[in-house]
């Protein structure tokens, strides 16, 4: 069985990785559609070997696909998603953040909570986490064997490309045109990005959190347990690719780092670096482009027994988000919901 496939938001960072990732894990696709807005009509992109042209989302009859990936923001899928579902009888894997809290739309890493995909039978829609949350789920999940998780402090280092491909584009000029004793004024960002960090990201909104932040504790207590205790700090840094978070993690009783790091090499997708040789951690630039999140640094203060400290580095477009949908869509054949 192949699948019919339509990407929306083809041309941008998250839908250029699905169509490599669909590519490279060799999905069955009887045949990919690019879509965007009516800006990038005639565009191209690459799918394996092949070239596709985009066409206009806007206008696009989605009657004949069978899996629709959602990766423009989240004002545009609550203008396009329910078309999709109204019009088609297609699966949608939404990477935008518009569904992810609704209680009957499933919010997925698929090897935390897979179980939660026959909440997506009725509607046909499964979203799909921040690109932070992803890798701590993934982190956090495992360790709830070592006992009940009261209170996690993370503060994250995240790279340009979490906020699309514009912000990219403006830490390029900006590095540039420093060189040149130039200013390129800020737009995808509240201040000068390069040569810089911002403690900032997306709008300020609640007790003086972020949308980013707030979204890190809202999806991880859907994810993992609504009883968990989660204080984010989001941070932009002048990295093309490749988030990474400093958690402390507080558990309800002792744990050691031995048993944390026998959970961390036996969990599904993370990579442990962590041996006798203290110095091994992992940047953005070890991990971008790979499929793992890392966990490196694994340590315990001793004066505080209940807690373990760790660096998480991740690539935001592949686990963090692309591979992460495609795995979705994956376990959604497996499970016999997309058929
Ligand atoms: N980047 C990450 O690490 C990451 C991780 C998790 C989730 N996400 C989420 O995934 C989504 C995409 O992020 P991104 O980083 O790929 O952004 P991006 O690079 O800015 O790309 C945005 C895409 O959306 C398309 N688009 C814009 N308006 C549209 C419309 N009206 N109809 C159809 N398509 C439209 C753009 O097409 P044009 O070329 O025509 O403008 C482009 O293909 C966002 O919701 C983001 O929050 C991103």
């Known amino acids: 069985?192949?699948?019919?496939?339509?990407?929306?938001?083809?041309?941008?960072?998250?839908?250029?990785?699905?169509?490599?990732?669909?590519?490279?894990?060799?999905?069955?696709?009887?045949?990919?559609?690019?879509?965007?807005?009516?800006?990038?009509?005639?565009?191209?992109?690459?799918?394996?070997?092949?070239?596709?042209?985009?066409?206009?989302?806007?206008?696009?009859?989605?009657?004949?696909?069978?899996?629709?990936?959602?990766?423009?923001?989240?004002?545009?899928?609550?203008?396009?998603?329910?078309?999709?579902?109204?019009?088609?009888?297609?699966?949608?894997?939404?990477?935008?953040?518009?569904?992810?809290?609704?209680?009957n739309v499933p919010l997925v890493v698929p090897e935390v909570n897979a179980q939660t995909l026959c909440l997506a039978t009725k509607k046909r829609l499964v979203a799909s986490p921040n690109c932070v949350a992803i890798p701590l789920a993934l982190t956090l999940a495992p360790l709830q064997s070592l006992g009940t998780i009261e209170k996690v402090i993370v503060s994250t280092y995240q790279s340009v490309s979490g906020a699309g491909k514009e912000a990219m584009d403006e830490l390029y000029l900006q590095t540039k045109a420093t060189f040149v004793a130039e200013h390129i004024p800020p737009q995808a960002f509240s201040k000068p990005i390069a040569f810089n960090v911002i403690p900032q990201i997306d709008s300020f909104e609640q007790d003086g959190f972020t949308g980013e932040e707030l979204k890190i504790i809202m999806e991880l207590k859907k994810m993992l347990s609504p009883q968990i205790q989660i204080t984010p700090t989001c941070v932009r840094v002048p990295v093309f690719v490749g988030h990474c978070a400093a958690l402390n993690v507080t558990f309800d009783k002792k744990v050691s780092p031995q048993e944390a790091r026998a959970i961390f090499k036996s969990a599904p997708s993370i990579s442990l670096l962590d041996s006798a040789d203290k110095e091994l951690f992992a940047t953005p630039l070890d991990v971008a482009g790979e499929d793992t999140a890392?966990?490196?640094?694994?340590?315990?203060?001793?004066?505080?027994?209940?807690?373990?400290?760790?660096?998480?580095?991740?690539?935001?477009?592949?686990?963090?988000?692309?591979?992460?949908?495609?795995?979705?869509?994956?376990?959604l054949v497996t499970q016999k919901h997309l058929q």
């Open 1 to 103: 069985m192949a699948y019919r496939i339509a990407i929306v938001g083809a041309t941008g960072n998250v839908g250029r990785a699905i169509a490599q990732s669909l590519a490279e894990r060799a999905f069955p696709v009887e045949r990919l559609t690019p879509l965007a807005s009516s800006r990038s009509t005639g565009a191209e992109v690459s799918f394996g070997d092949t070239v596709l042209k985009v066409q206009d989302a806007a206008t696009y009859d989605f009657s004949k696909e069978d899996l629709v990936f959602f990766c423009a923001n989240a004002r545009d899928a609550e203008k396009i998603i329910p078309r999709i579902l109204s019009t088609s009888k297609a699966y949608v894997i939404d990477k935008s953040s518009a569904y992810r809290m609704e209680p």
């Open 294 to 331: 890392f966990v490196s640094r694994l340590r315990q203060n001793p004066r505080t027994p209940h807690d373990l400290t760790f660096w998480v580095a991740c690539d935001n477009l592949r686990k963090g988000s692309a591979l992460n949908a495609v795995q979705i869509a994956e376990t």
